[in-house]
């Protein structure tokens, strides 16, 4: 079945240490994006890719990297300059041309500082 | 971008019929309408798209007014299940790049 894995779903990190958030999608899709969400509320854009090898900064890109070396991947780096780095990390993708459907989401990781 | 404004929670019942309305008045005119359902600690799931007057799938409904500037979904009897979060986009396709995702509405549906 095709789909995104967003990989740890839990992760713990320590002050200071830089972590990385995996999304790996077998769907062919363009387009892939990562986005926070804080305890009730909606989701914020910190960064998507368009195509391999390239990627644009979202609303709070502040504190993270990205990568998108290969199609089916776009790791997330959480490093140690994000201030306040607990939260709930959704990976998504969209296909180019195939609007209909919008967005396929992971099912999350869960960062929590320790 | 288009901005959206949506009740920040609703109540109700098993059986009955919720409907959510979502304003967003600076809409323009290639955006189509989104709606996704997020249940805790899951990402969000495509429901329903539409672009003008109404469309149905076996999820829900979606009515959207000539002027374009509104939009209510609707779920026929909802169950416990439909428990979640409900978010309201505007998305350029093939599928907007910098969507803006609100708060969304909170439903909850009581027994």
């Known amino acids: 079945d095709g789909g995104i894995t967003q990989s740890p779903k839990y992760l713990f990190r320590k002050e200071g240490q830089n972590v990385t958030l995996s999304c790996e999608q077998n769907l062919n899709h363009d387009a892939m994006y990562w986005y926070r969400q804080d305890p009730g509320q909606g989701l914020r854009l910190i960064y998507y890719s368009q195509i391999v090898n390239d990627f644009q900064k979202g609303d709070i890109a502040e504190g993270y990297s990205v990568s998108r070396e290969k199609k089916e991947s776009f790791p997330l780096t959480v490093t140690s300059a994000q201030k306040n780095p607990t939260a709930f990390y959704l990976c998504?993708?969209?296909?180019?041309?195939?609007?209909?459907?919008?967005?396929?989401f992971g099912s999350g990781t869960r960062l929590t500082v320790v | 971008l288009a901005k959206t404004t949506q009740p920040v929670s609703m109540d109700s019942y098993e059986g009955q019929e919720v409907n959510i309305t979502c304003s967003h008045n600076?809409?323009?005119?290639?955006?189509?309408i989104t709606w996704y359902q997020q249940f805790p600690s899951q990402g969000p799931r495509f429901i329903i798209q539409g672009y003008k007057t109404k469309v149905t799938n076996e999820v829900a409904s979606l009515f959207i007014p000539a002027d374009r500037k509104s939009s209510t979904l609707s779920l026929p009897r909802v169950s416990l299940s439909d428990t979640a979060v409900y978010y309201c986009?505007?998305?350029?396709?093939?599928?907007?790049?910098?969507?803006?995702f609100g708060a969304g509405t909170r439903l909850f549906v009581k027994a």
């Open positions: 600076n809409i323009a005119t290639n955006d189509y």
């Open positions: 986009l505007v998305v350029l396709p093939p599928g907007g790049f910098k969507t803006i």
């Open positions: 998504a993708s969209s296909a180019r041309g195939q609007g209909a459907y919008g967005y396929t």
